[in-house]
């Protein structure tokens, strides 16, 4: 039986207070949030690492010519895509619509006055309602971007050196956390870490090149469409896909609706929809089945709680963020339940 | 509480290392690594120290990989019969078919006195053959060698036992006509 005398024991317990106080300390502020992306990326882009020490580069080189690259893409983001976005952000928060969304506004309008007008909508304007949602939508995206303007260049210059060093010194950290482990429980611990690696890694790049793919598919679809906005919507699809069950729909409703609203033709709609089932099926038939190796099973229920905490306490990210997350916390207590049954500690 | 989490400095790292590479070259499974290969084992090797009667692993857990004492001395017994079976020092190792097949222990391993002890696990030298392939072929290429020559060891033991066994059927039928 485990007591509380046992200096062993106590030890542990001692770290695991730690390791709580740690986390809920993190969670107070947004470092949580930039340490979970770097320690995602580090994951993520580990078996990169691995391969180009195995062609005799050293960790640490290996380590800056990731962090290098990085830069440049970030670098070459900004001054490409940032117009672009910024173009269709400003777009959506002036809340103009095209001649052809009026007509069909109008229409709508018609249905909505003969057909509900015992509903109380006979008198609602729709094209003014479309202006100011549009609106507020984009001014709050704008908002976000102009409030939050040091929070995200900390968070461009932060997450890469995080991520620098995290790869740099996995091997170090990795021991030193090892290092600190009571003697009993040391071979267990490893057990566990091994386990856990080898689950999460699978899982976590899995994700990560389903959503790259799914984002890009629907980048390059949405352009081709002439859907406008492509270029945050695109990439919103992809991060969306992370969400099992609810992802897919996040990522191709709001795409359908402007694609309705800026053409004013249901078939806009339509064509969207097809583009969308097409990469549900492309995602299910093809990209997961080659990149998912494997999946933690998460309850329909669980996940919707989990993106609505999520949501909660850090908005956007946060729910993006919630799924692995918790198919992280899924994979530590189960194979901490199953690896605890093989050993047997007194 | 210090100790938790400062770091403890060697007197003298590099002569420990030192000390550590001769120890690691001397075993079977190293034997074939230079000093660069060998110094990419010392570097995923876990350091970890004993207190007398302190236990190492348990017979029946499962079997993550095998250790070396650098210095001290441990006692192999086992559970089922309450047998010491053997008694390890300085420069030996145990549990180094783990290694290879992740099997539960054999027998419980109990620090006989104040032992320094490095693990050396399946995970770490599974990272290293994807990092240094090179190393990771010579150390499996030792640990193989190792099991052959187990493996002879045991055949011929089996073949030993057989032969007084078959010597001993023999030996009533002879006697009878007497």
Same mark, same amino acid.
């Given at each position: 039986?485990?007591?509380?005398?046992?200096?062993?024991?106590?030890?542990?317990?001692?770290?695991?207070?730690?390791?709580?106080?740690?986390?809920?300390?993190?969670?107070?502020?947004?470092?949580?949030?930039?340490?979970?992306?770097?320690?995602?990326?580090?994951?993520?882009?580990?078996?990169?690492?691995?391969?180009?020490?195995?062609?005799?580069?050293?960790?640490?080189?290996?380590?800056?010519?990731?962090?290098?690259?990085?830069?440049?893409?970030?670098?070459?983001?900004?001054?490409?895509?940032?117009?672009?976005?910024?173009?269709?952000?400003?777009?959506?928060?002036?809340?103009?619509?095209?001649?052809?969304?009026?007509?069909?506004?109008?229409?709508?309008?018609?249905?909505?006055?003969?057909?509900?007008?015992?509903?109380?909508?006979?008198?609602?304007?729709?094209?003014?309602?479309?202006?100011?949602?549009?609106?507020?939508?984009?001014?709050?995206?704008?908002?976000?971007?102009?409030?939050?303007?040091?929070?995200?260049?900390?968070?461009?210059?932060?997450?890469?050196?995080?991520?620098?060093?995290?790869?740099?010194?996995?091997?170090?950290?990795?021991?030193?956390?090892?290092?600190?482990?009571?003697?009993?429980?040391?071979?267990?611990?490893?057990?566990?870490?091994?386990?856990?690696?080898?689950?999460?890694?699978?899982?976590?790049?899995?994700?990560?090149?389903?959503?790259?793919?799914?984002?890009?598919?629907?980048?390059?679809?949405?352009?081709?469409?002439?859907?406008?906005?492509?270029?945050?919507?695109?990439?919103?699809?992809?991060?969306?896909?992370?969400?099992?069950?609810?992802?897919?729909?996040?990522?191709?409703?709001?795409?359908?609706?402007?694609?309705?609203?800026?053409?004013?033709?249901?078939?806009?709609?339509?064509?969207?929809?097809?583009?969308?089932?097409?990469?549900?099926?492309?995602?299910?038939?093809?990209?997961?089945?080659?990149?998912?190796?494997?999946?933690?099973?998460?309850?329909?229920?669980?996940?919707?709680?989990?993106?609505?905490?999520?949501?909660?306490?850090?908005?956007?990210?946060?729910?993006?963020?919630?799924?692995?997350?918790?198919?992280?916390?899924?994979?530590?207590?189960?194979?901490?339940?199953?690896?605890?049954?093989?050993?047997?500690?007194? | 509480?210090?100790?938790?989490?400062?770091?403890?400095?060697?007197?003298?790292?590099?002569? =420990?290392?030192? $000390? !550590?590479?001769? *120890? /690691?070259?001397? &075993?079977?499974?190293? +034997?074939?690594? =230079?000093?660069? $290969? !060998?110094?990419? *084992? /010392?570097?995923? &090797?876990?350091?970890? +120290?004993?207190?007398?009667?302190?236990?190492?692993?348990?017979?029946?857990?499962?079997?993550?990989?095998?250790?070396?004492?650098?210095?001290?001395?441990?006692?192999?017994?086992?559970?089922?019969?309450?047998?010491?079976?053997?008694?390890?020092?300085?420069?030996?190792?145990?549990?180094?078919?783990?290694?290879?097949?992740?099997?539960?222990?054999?027998?419980?391993?109990?620090?006989?006195?104040?032992?320094?002890?490095?693990?050396?696990?399946?995970?770490?030298?599974?990272?290293?053959?994807?990092?240094?392939?090179?190393?990771?072929?010579?150390?499996?290429?030792?640990?193989?060698?190792?099991?052959?020559?187990?493996?002879?060891?045991?055949?011929?033991?089996?073949?030993?036992?057989?032969?007084?066994?078959?010597?001993?059927?023999?030996?009533?039928?002879?006697?009878?006509?007497?």
């Amino acid at each position: 039986m485990i007591t509380f005398r046992d200096p062993s024991t106590r030890k542990m317990l001692l770290l695991l207070t730690a390791l709580v106080l740690i986390v809920l300390l993190c969670a107070i502020g947004g470092i949580a949030q930039m340490l979970i992306i770097a320690l995602l990326l580090a994951y993520i882009l580990d078996p990169l690492v691995i391969r180009m020490e195995a062609r005799g580069i050293s960790r640490t080189a290996a380590a800056t010519i990731i962090l290098l690259t990085m830069t440049a893409l970030i670098v070459i983001g900004i001054i490409t895509v940032v117009p672009a976005l910024k173009a269709q952000m400003v777009g959506m928060s002036s809340g103009e619509s095209s001649a052809k969304t009026d007509l069909a506004l109008a229409n709508l309008q018609e249905v909505v006055r003969t057909k509900m007008g015992w509903l109380g909508f006979g008198d609602i304007d729709l094209k003014v309602k479309l202006a100011e949602f549009k609106a507020s939508f984009g001014k709050r995206i704008v908002d976000f971007i102009v409030s939050d303007f040091v929070g995200i260049v900390l968070a461009l210059v932060t997450i890469p050196f995080l991520m620098f060093f995290l790869i740099k010194d996995a091997l170090t950290l990795k021991k030193g956390l090892i290092r600190i482990v009571p003697n009993r429980y040391f071979e267990f611990s490893l057990d566990l870490i091994h386990k856990m690696d080898q689950q999460l890694g699978n899982y976590l790049r899995g994700q990560f090149i389903d959503a790259v793919s799914i984002g890009t598919l629907a980048t390059i679809g949405l352009g081709a469409l002439g859907v406008p906005y492509f270029f945050l919507l695109g990439p919103f699809s992809g991060l969306a896909n992370l969400i099992p069950y609810v992802g897919p729909f996040a990522g191709g409703i709001p795409s359908m609706i402007i694609a309705v609203m800026e053409n004013g033709d249901l078939s806009a709609g339509g064509n969207v929809a097809l583009l969308f089932l097409g990469l549900k099926l492309a995602d299910d038939l093809c990209i997961q089945p080659l990149s998912v190796s494997s999946s933690v099973h998460l309850h329909p229920a669980l996940v919707l709680a989990t993106c609505i905490i999520g949501g909660n306490l850090f908005g956007l990210i946060g729910m993006l963020l919630s799924v692995p997350v918790t198919g992280f916390i899924k994979v530590v207590i189960t194979e901490s339940v199953q690896t605890l049954k093989a050993y047997r500690f007194s | 509480m210090k100790g938790l989490f400062v770091k403890k400095k060697a007197a003298h790292p590099e002569q =420990d290392d030192a $000390e !550590l590479l001769k *120890v /690691l070259k001397a &075993l079977p499974v190293f +034997e074939n690594l =230079d000093r660069r $290969e !060998l110094a990419a *084992v /010392l570097r995923i &090797l876990h350091e970890r +120290e004993y207190q007398p009667d302190e236990v190492v692993f348990r017979e029946e857990e499962p079997g993550m990989g095998m250790y070396i004492i650098q210095k001290g001395r441990v006692m192999i017994r086992s559970e089922k019969g309450n047998l010491l079976l053997a008694e390890l020092g300085d420069g030996a190792f145990f549990g180094e078919i783990s290694l290879l097949d992740a099997s539960p222990r054999s027998a419980t391993v109990i620090a006989k006195e104040k032992s320094r002890i490095f693990g050396f696990f399946q995970p770490d030298l599974y990272g290293l053959i994807e990092r240094n392939p090179t190393a990771g072929v010579k150390i499996v290429l030792g640990l193989s060698r190792l099991v052959c020559e187990r493996l002879r060891q045991t055949n011929k033991r089996a073949y030993d036992f057989n032969e007084a066994l078959q010597q001993m059927r023999q030996a009533p039928k002879q006697e009878k006509p007497a």
